[in-house]
Nanobody, 124 residues
């Protein structure tokens, strides 16, 4: 079993920065395939960044957000710069289970384990 716990959300003005963290415990396998998702009110959850050795980003955050993992793989990060009001939403980290197919890590159905989320609010 894998447990995920996000932190680091908050309220910032447009143009500001935040760093989200996701503490990981459990399966070492799942730590090799992880991602960040966000969900705005009334919208579907969308994949924004993934890491599996290589990194992948949604077009909406490319060049502004960076996903990283510490050497021990106990913490996943999302560094967010040049934040925009449209970045507002609940941010979730996710980890893949061994029975899931991997297609790059930006789709909800590629992941098994989810954190509770951390809120990010960007004001104009």
């Amino acid at each position: 079993q894998v447990q995920l716990a996000e932190s680091g959300g908050g309220s910032v003005q447009a143009g500001g920065s935040l760093r989200l963290s996701c503490a990981i415990s459990g399966s070492s396998y799942s730590r090799n395939y992880m991602g960040w998702f966000r969900q705005a009110p009334g919208k579907a959850r969308e994949g924004i960044a993934s890491i599996s050795g290589a990194t992948r980003y949604a077009d909406s955050v490319m060049g502004r957000f960076t996903i990283s993992q510490d050497n021990s793989k106990n913490t996943l990060y999302l560094h967010m710069n040049s934040l925009k009001p449209e970045d507002t939403g609940m941010y979730y980290c996710a980890a893949r289970g061994p029975w899931k197919s991997w297609r790059g890590g930006l789709s909800v159905d590629e992941f098994t384990y989810w954190g509770q989320g951390t809120q990010v609010t960007v004001s104009s």
